[in-house]
């Protein structure tokens, strides 16, 4: 039974660039959360979606923007990268809900931009 | 949203000492829950605490919610070379606190 998978594992971007990074829920998972963690930091919550549709948000601009698809598969999306944007991404999914359940992490996206 | 505080924010133990980490928050929390984290590695789930003044144990991990439900900690007894990691507390899984860090030395 395959966990929660995210790719690509790593990557370099140039200020200014846009960045897609993915994410495949482990089996039987429906709901999907995304984090980022800068070095040193907690994760911080970006946004999860939950049959398709993006159910909460954190305090994260628009430029950082989501998709789930039928699979439950899901997408997170960051358009004109800032250099405060290198950190690590989290992927996280959870049974229906996603609340009171456990969660599960990706191995996360390493996102350097320089 | 529920913001949540951790101390300390480092911990070095010799191997066999204890270890305790806090989690407080200025709010009511509806659960809180802990994760560790290896170096290089991802957050796992360790517990969720959900009542008032509960107290869970995972063999040498004992977590706890307080009775106002607005802290939490998580003991280690005789540390392990294997304990090593970052501790993070998260209210309902959404506002993660800084973590302690800590290092047992052989």
């Known amino acids: 039974d395959a966990g929660v998978t995210q790719s690509p594992t790593h990557l370099i971007k140039t200020r200014g660039q846009q960045v897609t990074l993915r994410c495949s829920p482990k089996?039987?998972?429906?709901?999907v959360s995304w984090y980022q963690q800068a070095l040193g930091q907690g994760p911080q919550f970006i946004f999860q979606?939950?049959?398709?549709?993006?159910?909460q948000r954190g305090n994260f601009p628009d430029r950082f923007s989501g998709h789930q698809f039928p699979n439950y598969s899901s997408e997170l999306n960051v358009n004109a990268l800032l250099l405060g944007d290198s950190a690590l991404y989290l992927c996280?999914?959870?049974?229906?809900?996603?609340?009171?359940?456990?969660?599960?992490f990706g191995e996360g996206s390493w996102l350097t931009v320089v | 949203g529920q913001q949540v505080m951790q101390i300390p924010q480092y911990q070095h133990v010799q191997e066999g000492e204890d270890f305790t980490t806090y989690c407080n928050s200025s709010?009511?929390?509806?659960?809180i829950q802990w994760y560790k984290q290896r170096p290089g590695g991802h957050p796992v789930f360790l517990i969720q605490?959900?009542?008032?003044?509960e107290v869970k144990k995972q063999k040498r991990l004992t977590f706890q919610f307080g009775e106002a439900k607005k802290n939490s900690s998580l003991h280690i007894t005789a540390t392990q070379t294997t304990d090593v990691g970052t501790y993070f507390c998260?209210?309902?899984?959404?506002?993660f606190g800084k973590g302690t860090s800590l290092l047992v030395t052989p």
């Open positions: 089996s039987g998972h429906d709901t």
């Open positions: 979606y939950y049959e398709e549709e993006e159910r």
């Open positions: 709010t009511t929390l509806s659960n």
């Open positions: 605490l959900v009542k008032s003044g």
């Open positions: 998260a209210a309902y899984a959404l506002n």
């Open positions: 996280a999914s959870s049974p229906t809900g996603g609340t009171g359940n456990t969660i599960y």
